[in-house]
């Protein structure tokens, strides 16, 4: 009878070693498993917190140089901007509802130019009493001087052109030295209003 009681009590007793190692290995995986949660809740509430002060910081940034923008903010200056603005504008709006294209001009004198010569000026002559004009000054290029004939030929395509018309002249010509090449210069012009209304 000894002896069975001996052994129920071992066996109780490996029962509470194995029943105290089984908690043992539960709390041990619950620590785990809290460390973890801790850590991960830690560096959450660091990675929001450094978030929140970057936003504080430019916030602050955003507030003061409102302020400063507040401060240097100039009604009188706006208002000359803007009739400087308003005055470009008139001007722009006067120039594209003109009558004539002065684009259309120049860029058929640039196709209609003879290969041996260059357009050296252009100018918009004329005051507020006299009709305006434009002159453009040729250059015969060296060692390629035919005369008056290119000049001829340019003028009358010029008139013959839809966007320049009638009205083109030669005003002057002569001849000059330009770094000891002979070079012939003339100087023709066309009213503005002629040619195609635009």
């Given amino acids: 009878m000894a002896k069975?009681?001996?052994?129920?009590?071992?066996?109780?007793k490996i029962k509470v070693i194995e029943t105290?190692?089984?908690f043992t290995r539960i709390s041990r995986i619950?620590?785990?498993?809290?460390?973890?949660?801790?850590?991960?809740?830690?560096?959450?509430?660091?990675?929001i917190n450094g978030k929140i002060s970057t936003a504080k910081k430019e916030i602050a940034k955003l507030e003061?140089?409102?302020?400063?923008?507040?401060?240097?903010?100039?009604?009188?200056?706006?208002?000359?901007?803007?009739?400087?603005?308003?005055g470009k504008l008139r001007v722009v709006s006067a120039l594209a509802g003109a009558r004539t294209s002065v684009g259309a001009k120049l860029?058929?004198?640039?196709?209609?130019?003879?290969?041996?010569?260059?357009?050296?000026?252009?100018?918009?002559?004329?005051?507020?009493?006299s009709k305006k004009k434009f002159t453009i000054d040729l250059m015969s290029l060296p060692n390629e001087?035919?005369?008056?004939?290119?000049v001829e030929s340019f003028i009358s395509?010029?008139?013959?052109?839809?966007?320049v018309g009638k009205g083109v002249k030669l005003e002057s010509h002569e001849r000059t030295l330009i770094n000891k090449n002979d070079i012939e210069l003339f100087r023709i012009s066309f009213p503005e209003n002629e040619g195609v209304k635009q």
């Fill in 30 to 47: 619950i620590y785990f498993l809290a460390l973890l949660i801790f850590a991960g809740i830690s560096y959450d509430f660091y990675v």
């Fill in 64 to 86: 003061s140089s409102i302020v400063e923008k507040r401060k240097n903010f100039n009604l009188e200056e706006m208002e000359r901007e803007w009739g400087v603005y308003c």
């Fill in 157 to 163: 395509s010029l008139e013959t052109s839809v966007f």
């Fill in 20 to 22: 105290r190692r089984y």
């Fill in 107 to 129: 860029k058929t004198c640039a196709n209609l130019l003879p290969p041996n010569m260059c357009i050296s000026k252009v100018e918009a002559v004329g005051d507020k009493n």
């Fill in 145 to 150: 001087q035919r005369g008056f004939k290119d």
């Fill in 4 to 12: 069975i009681l001996e052994l129920n009590l071992i066996k109780t």
